[in-house]
């Protein structure tokens, strides 16, 4: 992802990393069956990308992806973004960061030294970006086979997100998963791997999980 890791040195804008996405895919599937998994910002950057391009990919997994605008945090994302920068020097920060996205000792030490990476500017772009973003309304027009994750705890607005895209798109599935927030992926590890693998293979789904 641009502006973080590896790709610091590239900026994040929707339509950028739309437009590489495309190239990638383009240079790489040679006629085989292309899917996307995508967490929060990710999870933004997918509906975005089959919302230009409606059936290029098979099959898609957004997770906790935030589809309702937040003008309040777009307006004050450059004070965000200075205190944020700010407050990634403290440890006492981090770890309740990484408390709530469920990030364990074993992904801390990378964890804080992305964090710790992403320049002022980077992080002003990326919240821009994350709280400017709303579901387009050509989302209704997507062919690809999409399941949707959210956790059953996340804010109320993502709460939201989910049923609005859930009930946009024809060709959609998804799911609440019980007593987690915003990281289902590394708050139930084994949970995830199973109900993504039942949608890519389409087996049945682990039972006990609520449907949005």
């Given at each position: 992802?641009?502006?973080?890791?590896?790709?610091?040195?590239?900026?994040?804008?929707?339509?950028?990393?739309?437009?590489?996405?495309?190239?990638?895919?383009?240079?790489?599937?040679?006629?085989?069956?292309?899917?996307?998994?995508?967490?929060?910002?990710?999870?933004?950057?997918?509906?975005?990308?089959?919302?230009?391009?409606?059936?290029?990919?098979?099959?898609?997994?957004?997770?906790?992806?935030?589809?309702?605008q937040m003008k309040t945090r777009r307006?004050?994302?450059?004070?965000?973004?200075?205190?944020?920068?700010?407050?990634?020097?403290?440890?006492?920060?981090?770890?309740?960061?990484?408390?709530?996205?469920?990030?364990?000792e074993d992904y801390y030490d990378t964890?804080?030294?992305?964090?710790?990476?992403?320049?002022?500017?980077?992080?002003?772009?990326?919240?821009?970006?994350?709280?400017?973003?709303?579901?387009?309304?050509?989302?209704?027009?997507?062919?690809?086979?999409?399941?949707?994750?959210?956790?059953?705890?996340?804010?109320?607005?993502?709460?939201?997100?989910?049923?609005?895209?859930?009930?946009?798109?024809?060709?959609?599935?998804?799911?609440?998963?019980?007593?987690?927030?915003?990281?289902?992926?590394?708050?139930?590890?084994?949970?995830?791997?199973?109900?993504?693998?039942?949608?890519?293979?389409?087996?049945?789904?682990?039972?006990?999980?609520k449907l949005i």
């Open positions: 992802m641009p502006d973080h890791g590896s790709s610091k040195n590239m900026k994040f804008t929707m339509p950028s990393v739309t437009e590489l996405l495309y190239a990638i895919i383009e240079k790489h599937k040679s006629g085989k069956p292309v899917y996307m998994v995508g967490f929060s910002l990710g999870a933004q950057v997918i509906v975005e990308y089959l919302s230009l391009n409606p059936n290029h990919i098979d099959k898609a997994v957004i997770i906790s992806g935030h589809m309702i307006k004050v994302s450059k004070h965000i973004a200075f205190i944020g920068n700010k407050l990634v020097k403290f440890d006492c920060f981090l770890k309740k960061q990484a408390k709530s996205l469920y990030i364990d964890f804080c030294e992305n964090a710790k990476s992403i320049s002022k500017k980077a992080l002003n772009r990326i919240i821009n970006e994350n709280a400017r973003f709303e579901m387009p309304e050509s989302f209704e027009d997507v062919k690809t086979k999409c399941l949707l994750l959210y956790g059953e705890n996340e804010c109320k607005t993502m709460i939201e997100s989910a049923k609005l895209l859930k009930k946009t798109a024809k060709n959609i599935e998804g799911f609440y998963i019980s007593n987690v927030g915003h990281g289902i992926s590394l708050a139930k590890p084994d949970l995830f791997n199973r109900i993504v693998k039942s949608f890519f293979n389409e087996e049945k789904y682990p039972e006990n999980i």
